[in-house]
């Protein structure tokens, strides 16, 4: 085999298997958001441990739960990008809430902590059960936390549109914490993630089936060649 072409041959081998390992990476599907599940069911706002000075409860109505959930596992876990809370009433009907949701009847609102969205907050008329829940979150964790909650006295008549968040004139604002309650100012909505990509590109695909046709080639020609010089 002449140095020549054993110079194309080796460049057309290159240059299929780069087109390969590009086509390879590129169909790799991306990861996807995950689901992970309330730690604690069947639960009333008094059965959580009562943290009423929490400043993010500053806005609660007398006559509502406030409640905080907190995503645990650090990095790992990523964002909260959607809280479903399913509560019973007192009278024994199921509502769906979802955080964040500025369209229904229940004020809410994420937070960050150390770059992070892992707190969230609701606020509930009082006594309701919250019996199971889930998030979607950008990550991986096995579960999500009720951190604390404010218990709230049914009746008592409600004033003002409440804002989880929300401090009364002269409430002091610490700021974000990896751990404790987040500052004031970082409210944000949820952060979502794209859905998982599927199949491979058809273009890449076509480079790869170029570059072998021409490897195949390439062989058959070397092939015929040592024959003709062998005979």
């Known amino acids: 085999m002449s140095q020549g072409l054993r110079r194309r041959l080796t460049a057309t081998i290159v240059t299929a298997a780069g087109i390969a390992g590009a086509l390879a990476a590129s169909s790799s599907p991306a990861f996807a958001n995950s689901t992970t599940p309330l730690h604690q069911t069947n639960v009333t706002a008094g059965d ?9 409860f500053a806005g609660r109505p007398k ?12 990095n790992a876990s990523g964002d909260f990008v959607e809280l479903n809370l399913d509560f019973v009433t007192g009278s024994g009907q199921t509502v769906s809430v979802k955080i964040p949701d500025a369209t229904d009847a229940y004020p809410d609102a994420f937070y960050k902590a ?5 707190h969230a907050y609701l ?7 919250l019996k199971d829940g889930s998030a979607e979150i950008t990550g991986t964790a096995k ?3 009720l951190s604390h909650a404010c218990e709230g006295t049914p009746g008592t008549p409600a004033t003002g549109t409440p804002t989880p968040g929300t401090p ?10 990896d751990s404790g309650t987040p500052g004031p100012s970082t409210s944000v909505p949820g952060e979502g993630g794209g859905l998982p990509i599927t199949g ?13 046709v021409g490897v195949g080639a ?8 040592r024959e003709a010089e062998s005979s």
């Open 123 to 129: 606020f509930t008329p009082a006594g309701w059960t």
């Open 63 to 74: 006559d509502h739960d406030g409640w905080h959930f907190v995503l645990p596992g650090g």
């Open 48 to 56: 959580a441990e009562q943290k009423c000075g929490d400043e993010r």
């Open 200 to 212: 491979a590109p058809v273009a890449g695909i076509a480079a790869v089936g170029a570059g072998l």
């Open 218 to 225: 390439l062989l058959l020609v070397l092939r015929r060649r």
């Open 114 to 118: 150390g770059g992070r969205t892992i």
């Open 143 to 145: 579960f999500f936390n």
């Open 168 to 177: 009364t004139p002269g409430t002091p604002s610490p700021g974000p914490t």
